[in-house]
Nanobody, 125 residues
Framework: QVQLVESGGGLVQAGGALRLSCAAS????????MSWFRQAPGKEREFVAK????????YYADSVKGRFTISRDSAKNTVYLQMNSLKPEDTAVYYC??????????????????WGQGTQVTVSS
């Protein structure tokens, strides 16, 4: 089992910035990538960003490209999501996920085996 612990959420004004962190309890062969998802009230959970552990390649949802940056610190088993130029529509619970997603499935929540508890991000207008 892998435990994921998120931190860094909060309340920020539109145009502001926040950095989320997700610490994994250990490395395992059952994880080759980590991603961030978010879920707003009444909406489905949606993909935000992904980073591969080995190649450090990254992928983003169109809605956050150019504003969010995902990165990893392998030594700390930690993934970060730097969120700049935040908008009210970014308001959601943000979840960290880990697993073995394929190139065709990484935007789907079902592709991930492990999830964090979620952290609230609220952007006021």
């Amino acid at each position: 089992q892998v435990q994921l612990v998120e931190s860094g959420g909060g309340l920020v004004q539109a145009g502001g910035a926040l950095r989320l962190s997700c610490a994994a309890s250990r490395r395992t062969f059952t994880v080759n990538a980590m991603s961030w998802f978010r879920q707003a009230p009444g909406k489905e959970r949606e993909f935000v960003a992904k980073v591969n552990w080995r190649a450090d390649s990254t992928y983003y949802a169109d809605s956050v490209k150019g504003r969010f940056t995902i990165s990893r610190d392998s030594a700390k088993n930690t993934v970060y999501l730097q969120m700049n130029s935040l908008k009210p529509e970014d308001t959601a619970v943000y979840y960290c996920a880990a697993g073995l997603p394929t190139s065709g499935s990484y935007t789907a929540p079902r592709a991930y085996n492990y999830w964090g508890q979620g952290t609230q991000v609220t952007v006021s207008s």
